[in-house]
């Protein structure tokens, strides 16, 4: 049998597909040799309460109490929802293809500068 010159992709969505917004990752190498990216959305944490004084007409004020907890100025929340984990033929593939993707980007940017 011959092989085709041409092979044909076709790309399936769930009806609850809906990419995630990431500003970050972590991982490593597993035991299995296997590379293991986990992907996270970091920002301030929230409070658990905050009290505000309320004015004439139920218009909200100022905070009145601390906000719960404490330390939310200095707590950094790292949500972790979503992960992969590659082998090293496949991230190398998509690291090739990332590049791509970067490189073009630039020149795009450049040429709007």
């Given at each position: 049998?011959d092989?085709?010159d041409?092979i ?7 009806d609850?597909?809906n990419?995630k917004y990431v ?17 996270y959305?970091?920002?301030?944490a929230?409070?658990?309460?905050q ?13 009145t109490?601390?906000r719960?907890?404490?330390d939310h ?15 090293l033929?496949h991230a190398e ?14 020149s ?5 500068v």
């Amino acid at each position: 049998m011959d092989k085709p010159d041409k092979i044909k992709f076709k790309y399936i969505f769930k009806d609850d597909y809906n990419p995630k917004y990431v500003n970050g990752a972590f991982g490593g190498i597993s035991p299995q040799g296997e590379i293991v990216v986990n992907f996270y959305l970091e920002r301030v944490a929230l409070p658990r309460s905050q009290t505000y004084s309320v004015n004439e007409g139920m218009v909200l004020s100022e905070i009145t109490a601390e906000r719960e907890p404490g330390d939310h100025e200095t707590s950094i929340v790292r949500f972790v929802e979503n992960g992969i984990v590659l082998n090293l033929a496949h991230a190398e593939d998509i690291h090739r293809w990332l590049g791509e993707h970067i490189k073009s980007l630039k020149s795009n940017l450049k040429k709007n500068v």
